[in-house]
């Protein structure tokens, strides 16, 4: 019995902790308020004790506790309806909105991170379990030794698997030239919109920027049409630098467009920091969303086409 304990607490310290290395956030996305991680620990703690609780409940033969863990293993994936539920409540108040794509995408990867957490806890808990009752019996503190080890792989396997791949490894992000002919707005020999208002035009000399996104090869291409990842580009440059903008100035909502000639999208935003290489940095930390991404390379025809 002091085996169990032991992999039963092992694994659910190792899922606690895969729990508190995933609730990261910043002002781009949700949870970015204590009323967030409140709710994510709580069921990042319930996903621990689940995965801790698998393989000694199956070695004590205690069947009913393990039908009872797998229905709530199942319960997790509600998860993500309760994050697009609240993102899409939240985006209601949104100057610059996330977009459906950005939304579908944070809460496949909430959802996912208490799918590791069980993993970790399981594995946590069931190496030190047999490294107790196996011919390599190395005694409580071996066992210990022997879950955290393989509890750490398991997140350090898994962080990597789940991370986002930024747009700047896809595309080269580069500044633009924000100028205007007559009234439409340009970044570079980019169109962006029409823009009548003169006191639009002069906010936009003085204080508007320009980003241009040159995609890398066919697949990033194919990325940058997806609308859902362009509206979240405009939503993170808006969260973390700000935008000049309120209700009823839809003039000032920052909008990327795309040259369907060479494939290129432009940025043009007006944001409270005006700082360059800050906006240049955001845009290239801007996550592919998975909706989006698009392989055309990968297959014989989109290949054939790129020749």
Known sequence: MTSVWVAVGIGFVLGTV?????????????PSYPHGYVSHLALGLIAAFTGAVVVPALILEEFTAVTF??????????????????L????????????AGYIEDIA????????????????AS???????????DLGPVGALAAGTAAGLGIVLIGK????????????????????????????????????????????YERYGRGVVIEPKDDNARATLANFGQRQAIAHDVSAILGVRKDVGTPEFTPLVRLDLDSGRAALA?????PDIEPLLAVVRRVPVIE???TRPLATRPGRQAAD
């Open 269 to 273: 935003v007006v944001p409270i920091e």
């Open 88 to 99: 899409e409540r939240m985006e209601e108040t949104e100057l610059v909105r996330r977009g």
């Open 291 to 293: 909706g989006a991404r």
């Open 108 to 123: 496949k990867v909430f959802e996912a991170r208490n799918y590791l957490t069980i993993l970790t806890a399981l594995a």
């Open 18 to 30: 895969a729990r508190l290395a995933m609730l990261r956030t910043d002002f781009r996305q949700y």
């Open 126 to 136: 069931s190496v030190a379990l047999f490294f107790q009752r196996s011919a390599w």
């Open 160 to 203: 990597r698997a789940l991370d986002r791949q930024p747009l700047g490894r896809i595309a080269v992000v580069r500044e633009g030239q924000v100028h205007f002919k007559e009234t439409l707005l340009y970044v570079d020999d980019i169109l962006i919109m029409e823009i009548g208002l003169a006191e639009g035009r002069d906010a």
């Open 69 to 86: 863990l797998v229905l709530v293993a199942q319960q997790f994936r509600e998860i993500r309806g309760l994050e697009r539920k609240t």
